[in-house]
């Protein structure tokens, strides 16, 4: 059974527009939780552009709700997620002046400090996710520097295929690199820039058990309401 995991940041986007308390993330991720979202994803950027401690302190204290939290390898933004306790932790690289997060970790030159980091949330009893590329020898590294899982970036294959450029080379890629991490006993993600289109297509790698979606959700749910966007999403990937 795949899992969806909704990314809720854009709610925490839309608030900060206004500088007001609406539309609440606390409330977002109840409801997204109420409509069949496996678990809820909340970036904890540096610049606290969307989600701000406040908030992912209040969601990660919501009872029998999954929470991933991102964040990056800055030492102080570590402590901050081992203070808040989210039930998964996913480290992704983070680049100040970048829109979103615009690929995965650079495994081979932070080894040795993603092994710390890893070990520090395995002592709390955190999951753990690397943000990483479809390539091969960062699977390996991924299972080397102790690693529960890794959610493998989806972005390239979205891109190219929203812009009807060709995609299986890097269909082929993430399909390898799953079945080779699923191999070595890694939890396999997807995510970044996955819509309805993309999530079918990679939903038919079974090795791929969660997929964590954000921006599409948020924008469709202007239209179509969340709830009914996160049950089609749920029923796709079944
Ligand atoms: N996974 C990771 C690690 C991300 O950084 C993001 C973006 O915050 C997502 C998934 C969700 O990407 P999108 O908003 O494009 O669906």
Do not use: W
């Amino acid at each position: 059974m795949k899992r969806l995991g909704v990314n809720i940041d854009h709610v925490a986007t839309l608030r900060n527009a206004r500088g007001e308390k609406h539309p609440n993330p606390v409330f977002a991720a109840k409801f997204a939780k109420k409509s069949g979202a496996d678990s809820i994803t909340i970036h904890l950027r540096e610049d606290r552009r969307h989600i701000r401690d406040i908030d992912a302190k209040q969601i990660c204290a919501i009872k029998k709700l999954l929470i991933n939290l991102e964040v990056s390898t800055n030492t102080s933004m570590i402590n901050t997620a081992l203070k808040i306790k989210p039930n998964y932790v996913c480290i992704v690289p983070e680049n100040r002046k970048e829109i979103t997060t615009e690929g995965g970790l650079n495994l081979k030159k932070n080894k040795k400090q993603l092994k710390i980091i890893i070990q520090k949330f395995k002592k709390k009893n955190i999951r753990t996710s690397l943000f990483i590329n479809p390539s091969i020898e960062d699977i390996k590294i991924s299972k080397q520097v102790g690693s529960d899982c890794v959610e493998i970036h989806t972005g390239k294959l979205a891109n190219f295929i929203k812009s009807k450029k060709k995609f299986s080379k890097e269909l082929i890629r993430i399909k390898k690199c799953s079945i080779l991490g699923n191999k070595l006993g890694l939890e396999i993600h997807a995510g970044h820039g996955l819509d309805y289109k993309t999530t079918r297509m990679l939903s038919k790698i079974k090795e791929i058990t969660e997929f964590n979606i954000g921006h599409f959700i948020i924008g469709e749910s202007i239209f179509f309401g969340l709830s009914k966007v996160i049950k089609k999403f749920k029923k796709l990937i079944k």
